[in-house]
Every structure is written in C-alpha cells, then in structure tokens.
Nanobody
Framework: DVQLQASGGGLVQAGGSLTLSCTWT????????IAWFRQAPGKEREGVAY????????NYADSVKGRFSISGDYAMNTVYLQMNNLKPEDTAVYYC??????????????????WGRGTQVTVSA
C-alpha cells in the first residue's frame, strides 16, 4: 500500500524558518509528482509547491514564491519543503500528496491519488 507521511511542523515566530519532510512507502512506479498543500481553518485546501520526479520541474503558489523551496531526495523517498521568512498567514495544516498520472493543474487537489496526514504549522506574529 502507498503511504505518505508529513512531518516537521511546529510553532515559529514570524520571519522564522521550518523544513517539512514528506516520506513515502509503497510506490510502484518510478515516475510521480509530489506536492505540498495547506489548509487553514475555514479555507479551502490550496497548493503550495510541486515537484516532478521525472524532470525536476517545480511550481509554487504566488504567495510563497521566493520564500519556500521544494526539493527531493528520492534515494531516501523524501521530499522537503524549506519555508523561510514565515508569515502568520502561512499558518495551516500542511499535507503532502502524490500522483502517478498526468496532472492538468498541479495545484488541483482532486488530481492527486494519495495523501499523507497533515502536520500543523503555526506562525506567531
């Protein structure tokens, strides 16, 4: 079975940094995409960052460009989300997701096949 696990969340002051990790087991195919999403209370789940394992393409939400960076250590079955200069509006539960097919829009949560349990990120002012 495919399983993903997000970790690394916590409480940080505005301007601080956190690194989230997404690890997985059970992947059968060697070509896949990994994305980070977040969901704040009362808001829809939004795509934060995306990486394609096959060609290394990345994408970011406009709200995090220049502050967040996604990278993969595929030998370790891990994708990281480095978050710098955090803001209170980054507070949310962060999830990682995987897809093995063709994505039409990387930030569309409905297109992802597998999800890990979220990790809470809280940024204080």
């Amino acid at each position: 079975d495919v399983q993903l696990q997000a970790s690394g969340g916590g409480l940080v002051q505005a301007g601080g940094s956190l690194t989230l990790s997404c690890t997985w087991t059970g992947f059968i195919f060697d070509d896949y995409d990994i994305a980070w999403f977040r969901q704040a209370p009362g808001k829809e789940r939004e795509g934060v960052a995306y990486v394609s394992k096959s060609d290394g393409r990345t994408n970011y939400a406009d709200s995090v460009k220049g502050r967040f960076s996604i990278s993969g250590d595929y030998a370790m079955n891990t994708v990281y989300l480095q978050m710098n200069n955090l803001k209170p509006e980054d507070t949310a539960v962060y999830y990682c997701a995987a897809d093995f097919g063709t994505l039409f829009r990387w930030s569309n949560a409905r297109e992802y096949d597998y999800w890990g349990r979220g990790t809470q990120v809280t940024v204080s002012a």
